[in-house]
């Protein structure tokens, strides 16, 4: 089955910078099959897809971090990562990583990292 496994959050003040990574395990040789994306849920809202890269290294922003973010992957190392820069205090959320087809993800969620903004 596969695993994932975030890191890398914490708190920033606004403007600030922080680099998550997801770790996938159990995935054998699919993980470079795979399109991967980064989503976020907030306090009270849905959990939104706000990244993906997929497994040409095309990749695809949601508005409110174009420009922002940038999301990488490492096939070698089967793991996905999410450079956040100029962060916003809505941009506070649990941060999680997940196989995507479209906006659906395929696995079962990890247990997130969290992302606050906040000075």
């Known amino acids: 089955q596969v695993q994932l496994v975030e890191s890398g959050g914490g708190l920033v003040q606004p403007g600030g910078s922080l680099r998550l990574s997801c770790v996938v395990s159990g995935s054998g040789s699919m993980f470079s099959i795979y399109a991967m994306g980064w989503y976020r849920q907030a306090p009270g809202k849905q959990r939104e897809l706000v990244a993906q890269i997929a497994n040409s290294f095309q990749t695809l922003y949601e508005d409110s971090v174009k420009g922002r973010f940038a999301i990488s992957r490492d096939n070698a190392k089967k793991t996905v990562y999410l450079q956040m820069n100029a962060l916003k205090p809505e941009d506070t959320a649990v941060y999680y990583c997940?196989?995507?087809?479209?906006?659906?993800?395929?696995?079962?969620w990890g247990q997130g990292t969290q992302v606050t903004v906040s000075s």
């Open positions: 997940n196989a995507v087809r479209g906006t659906v993800a395929l696995h079962p």
